[in-house]
């Protein structure tokens, strides 16, 4: 059977292959990057690029996994990270969500997930624009 030219990447197997590793990069999308401003926890306007990828590092660290053929949902008590992979073997974060705003049907997938103890997490996040100035 012949190759087909595709960019369907099986997560998956990557994922597999990622476990066993025990290092993953991680990449912000800008829509990301603005559902998790938008969606904050903390209480003062406007964020820090360190907050952020401390956000996300902690979530992989601590959340629960569930993969599908097409997307990974990493998930904590705060957030939902709706992730893909690229053919690099990076996760990248799509959009983040809630846990209070979830619909009923992705709530019922995220019944049981996997933990996994990753050793390095790298986190890049797309430049900030806030409204406050970082002196």
Not at 5 to 28: G, N
Not at 119 to 125: G, L, S
Request: overall charge positive; glycine content about 2%.
């Amino acid at each position: 059977m012949a190759e087909e030219c595709s960019d369907f990447v099986d997560c998956r197997e990557i994922f597999k292959q990622l476990v066993r590793e025990r290092r993953i990069t991680v990449y912000l999308s800008k829509h990301a990057l603005e559902r998790i401003v938008e969606r904050r926890y903390w209480g003062f306007k406007g964020a820090k690029k360190e907050v952020i990828v401390d956000i996300i590092k902690n979530v992989f660290r601590d959340g629960e996994f569930k993969v599908f053929a097409d997307k990974i949902i990493v998930w904590t008590k705060n957030y939902v990270l709706i992730c893909s992979i690229n053919r690099e073997f990076n996760i990248i974060v799509k959009t983040v969500i809630t846990r209070a705003t979830l619909k009923k049907e992705l709530q019922e997938k995220l019944k049981k997930g996997i933990r996994v103890k990753w050793k390095q997490i790298n986190v890049e996040i797309p430049k900030l624009q806030t409204s406050t100035s970082d002196n």
